[in-house]
């Protein structure tokens, strides 16, 4: 099978080389091909999306993407928007149509001290957000700036709602059965289509599953007050980029969270910490959350569930002998992925 | 002065009801009159923001109103749209012209532990989040839901911007001098106008107030995990409203937290909790977040600093003295409310 890697901007390149050496440590058949993303496309191509990338994913049975984007006082930001790192992005997301993005956010016992909650709220949280990837105001094509008027179009079809309502089941049904359904329905007409349409799917086809609906305001607030409430949150794209950060703050460590984003094509896999540009090329970025996401591509991108444990478990390992600087430890990019490295073998 | 009370739904009336109590006391000259909205109005009215009430706002001089909304499985939940609780509160804030809400977001020394964050954390956070409150998806009249398919807009104009970015300057301006502006300026072009012009009049009129730009997933992030960066936000409604209630988990207890509505009119002062059903009418509500409102009112709506700070003083006291059950103590509304009104006399 073929793994098309996007190191793409800042820390992305060093974290993405650690996760493809644990990669071909646990399964030597994969064959790599790095390509261009993001601002390091811009540079190379004038694209953040170039063509060749784009071809490139005809032949990817997965793609591992790095990070993208540059610090906040980059040239690239002032770029026309399709120019910018993060068009690359969503335009790479638009092109593998992976409409469902996966976020598992778990505090991993002995590691509650990480947490900016209180440890007795950190504990055993396990939640996984199924955030809709290519729709709503994100994507929608009427929307404009125009003198001293903007606006956009959060815009939803039954369809779109329907088939990341399904992935939402899905992992509930491998987990602990509970589904919560996020939306502003009190106030958007959008929200109401997508409760309504995912109530009926579940109703339809999962009625092994329980749902129920909340408002997105008290999600933000529950998740933090009392985050164990949850098994898997579904919502839409914009409310699941804000709820999905928000929640990754709970294990303590950006350094610590994969994704996973299906769709119809091959998965796209990343850490989703941003690029780091203030720490990039130093050696000593946290890798764990690229090496996490190569192991959800062995889970869900090529369908090898006991080499993706494999991973989980040195990853585990290794953050409790060599923890690195964002988690108050000592260990750099390299000693890390040795210790990952030492404990598959 | 007049001051209209609009005690609404749940627990409302009783909140309502001890924080006139406090407002009687220390401004013996106010007079009050009292009327319907949400849940209530539509039962005696058939509207949720009737006319008659619609009518007397015309010769207030503040509002204060307590909650709004049923249970989640209220009939009023399956009205049209137009009928239902929430919509009365939003048709409040409109016949009112209250652009800009200030949520303070406050840990009071002592009551750290009441948080979810780490006390270390927690300790000394003061955040205002000026919330733009009448534009945006909320109100755009280009709406709909029609078969399989939902949309709504959010658009924003220059002056919609610039007179809710005024008033976070100009609290700015009596604080510590810093404001973080909230958008998705990496995805929305809404946002792209959002930022420049709250750049802009930073530029041209506010130039002693630092200013900087952060996305909101984010901020979403960074609120929970290093709160004391923040000063003064100000956002769009949308993103407001989740990072309001996002940031109201901080101090502990929605029952502390109070906010403000202004614009050109009378302002609104209302507590932010919802109207919890479960425990309406048992005498068992803690009013702090209702009478630190009315103290918001003092303040913000009548210009009567000293009185203001007499019932925030006061109610900093009862709550050492006499917590309620939400904060782990045992003091119903009554108790609570008289321990108030001791410390203000
Ligand atoms: C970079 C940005 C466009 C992106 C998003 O908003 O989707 C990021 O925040 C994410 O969540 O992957
Ligand atoms: C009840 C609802 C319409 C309202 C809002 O979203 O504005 C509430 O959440 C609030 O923040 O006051």
Known sequence: PKVVTLPGDGIGPEVT???????????????????????????????????????????????????????????????????????????????????ANLRPVRVQPGLEHLSPLKPELARGVDILIVRELLGGIYFDGDRQIEGDTAYNTMRYTTPEVERVAKVAFWAAEQRRGRVTSVDKANVL???????????????????????????????????????SRYDVIVTENLFGDILSDLAAVIPGS??????????DGPGLFEPIHGSAPDIAGQGIANP???IMSAAMLLRHGLDRPVAANQVERAVALALRAH????????????????????AVA
């Not at 007409?189 to 799917?201: H, I, K, N, T, Y």
């Open 323 to 342: 923890p690195t600087r964002d988690l108050g430890g000592k260990a750099d990019t390299r000693t890390f992925t040795h210790a990952v490295l030492d």
């Open 288 to 290: 764990a959350a690229a």
């Open 17 to 99: 080389a650690a996760a493809v050496e644990v990669l071909r440590e646990v399964a030597p058949d994969l064959k790599f091909e790095e390509h261009a993303i993001g601002g390091a496309a811009y540079e190379q191509y004038g694209d953040p999306f170039p063509q060749v990338t784009r071809d490139a994913l005809q032949h990817a049975d997965a793609v591992l993407l790095g990070t993208v984007g540059g610090p906040q006082n980059s040239p690239w930001n002032s770029l026309p928007r399709h120019l910018r790192p993060e068009s690359g992005l969503l335009a790479l997301r638009k092109a593998l149509g992976c409409y």
């Open 254 to 263: 950006l350094g610590l969270m994969p994704s996973a984003s299906l769709g």
């Open 189 to 227: 007409e959008v929200s109401e289509l997508w409760r309504r349409d995912v109530q009926a799917l579940r109703d339809r086809e999962y009625r092994n599953v329980h749902l129920n609906h909340e408002y997105v305001d008290s999600v933000a607030m529950l998740i933090v007050a009392n985050p």
